[in-house]
């Protein structure tokens, strides 16, 4: 095992100290070898030393431009500090670099999201889903965006897939039962409030869901 991959261990295992003594044996070894950058880069941001960090990734990517772990990591470090545009740059690097992976169409999609392109985010949590049909935290970013263009029923059917992949999903439950009333289907939006708030007590949107459903179904009874 060298030094790099024995940081690894320590970073899974949280001893982060040791990991930072075995990443800069990496380097120290190696000063010409990008990877002994990526992961201490890669340490930092774990621990919060964001600015930092992307020294570090700076410096790998000035030894070799095509290491898309590093771009990764910028990326996810921008994401962290809400510096969205530039961790969305970053994301879209590691894929130009071929790190076609589930976690970076999924990150640059959160990018977008949070800089309001729901088109955009829409697209690369659709590709995040088809390279990882379980990933529920991808599913339901996936139907949230398809629920904000009012493409409805779609997304009803993605907030479904996610309740049978976690039944305990409280949010699922939420925006599936918003999608419902959107539809004019009150009852059913009123049993998946209650779902919601059954999983979590203090979801206080399905809260106030449950209460304006309710609402509306009294008046129309009367």
């Known amino acids: 095992m060298d030094f790099n991959e024995q940081g690894v261990s320590y970073m899974r295992e949280q001893k982060f100290e040791e990991a930072a003594k075995a990443f800069n044996a990496a380097i120290e070894e190696n000063p010409k070898d990008p990877i002994g950058f990526v992961n201490f880069g890669n340490l930092l941001g774990v621990v919060g030393e964001h600015e930092k960090a992307l020294i570090f990734f700076d410096k790998a990517i ?6 898309a772990t590093a771009y990764y990591g910028a990326g996810t470090v921008y994401y962290n500090l809400e510096r969205f545009e530039e961790a969305a740059k970053m994301f879209k690097q590691a ?66 897939q996610v309740l049978k992949l976690d039944p305990d999903h409280a949010d699922a439950f939420f925006n599936l039962g918003v999608a419902y009333a959107y539809k004019e289907k009150g009852e059913q939006a009123r049993d ?24 509306a179904l009294s008046f129309e009874e009367e």
């Open 62 to 67: 000035a030894l070799d431009a095509e290491v």
């Open 95 to 160: 894929l130009a670099k071929k790190l076609e992976e589930r976690d970076v169409f999924f990150m640059l999609g959160m990018s977008y999201y949070n800089l309001g392109s729901v088109p955009h985010a829409l697209a690369n949590f659709q590709r995040a889903v088809e390279l990882d049909e379980n990933d529920v935290e991808a599913r339901f970013q996936f139907g949230l965006c398809l629920a904000q263009l009012e493409k409805i029923d779609e997304s009803i059917i993605q907030f479904k």
């Open 192 to 215: 998946c409030f209650d779902r919601a708030l059954a999983i979590q007590p203090d979801h206080v949107l399905a809260a106030n869901g449950k209460k304006t459903i309710e609402a």
